[in-house]
Nanobody, 116 residues
Framework: QVQLVESGGGLVQPGGSLRLSCAAS????????MGWYRQAPGKQREWVAT???????AYATSVKGRSTISRDNAKNTVYLQMNSLKAEDTAVYYC??????????WGQGTQVTVSS
């Protein structure tokens, strides 16, 4: 059972930046893929970005060029750096871990609000 704890959310003005963190309860080098998803009020949860154990990254079109996902295996932590934030980035952001043949795990989420 992998436990994920997100942090770093908050209120930020449009154009600002935030760095979200996701701390895992076990060595993330053993986790095939880690990622970030988000869910805005009244909308379905959507994929934001993923990073594999090999460091390969992928981004949703909505955040590509403005966000960077990274991982620190020594700290068992995955980050999502978000820049040039827009009102439409407002959502609860969830960390996700996928382990082949084992399962998928989710964190409890961290709120990001972009507003002036």
């Amino acid at each position: 059972q992998v436990q994920l704890v997100e942090s770093g959310g908050g209120l930020v003005q449009p154009g600002g930046s935030l760095r979200l963190s996701c701390a895992a309860s076990e060595t993330i080098s053993s986790i095939n893929t880690m990622g970030w998803y988000r869910q805005a009020p009244g909308k379905q949860r959507e994929w934001v970005a993923t990073i594999t154990s090999d460091g390969i990254t992928a981004y949703a079109t909505s955040v590509k060029g403005r966000s960077t996902i990274s991982r620190d295996n020594a700290k068992n932590t995955v980050y999502l750096q978000m820049n040039s934030l827009k009102a439409e980035d407002t959502a609860v952001y969830y960390c996700n871990a996928h382990i082949d043949s084992v399962g998928v795990y989710w964190g409890q989420g961290t709120q990001v609000t972009v507003s002036s």
